[in-house]
Nanobody, 122 residues
Framework: VQLAESGGGLVQAGGSLRLSCVASGITFNSSAMAWFRQTPGKERDFVAAITWSSRTIDYADSVKGRFTISRDNAKNTVYLQMSSLKPEDTAVYYC????????????????WGQGTQVTVSS
């Protein structure tokens, strides 16, 4: 099983980035996918999640209206479009997957990517 994130980088406040996560070795069409983020010394925080059908989407309050999660089941890929970025969005962003319904709790996820750094400068 492999989840490979890409798209992180350095951006100025107010800017945008799109993260991608390509999954292999899992039944992507049956998996809920999510993005979490983590800063040094802190727990991994929920950012957004999407069910296999894209019918249900959930966001952390801190990113609602600014971030959009989506998926392309034909490409085994989940995306996180981030806009109006703020310095407090700086973190390592992780892609995660689980069979069945989504969760906003990191321990419920079975599969994880290696993370991609997002840095927002003020």
């Amino acid at each position: 099983v492999q989840l490979a994130e890409s798209g992180g980088g350095l951006v100025q406040a107010g800017g945008s980035l799109r993260l991608s996560c390509v999954a292999s070795g899992i039944t992507f069409n049956s998996s809920a996918m999510a993005w979490f983020r983590q800063t040094p010394g802190k727990e991994r925080d929920f950012v957004a999640a999407i069910t296999w059908s894209s019918r249900t989407i959930d966001y952390a309050d801190s990113v609602k209206g600014r971030f959009t999660i989506s998926r392309d089941n034909a490409k085994n890929t989940v995306y996180l479009q981030m806009s109006s970025l703020k310095p407090e969005d700086t973190a390592v962003y992780y892609c995660a997957g689980k069979i069945g319904y989504y969760s906003d709790y990191h321990d419920d996820y079975e599969y994880w990517g290696q993370g991609t750094q997002v840095t927002v400068s003020s």
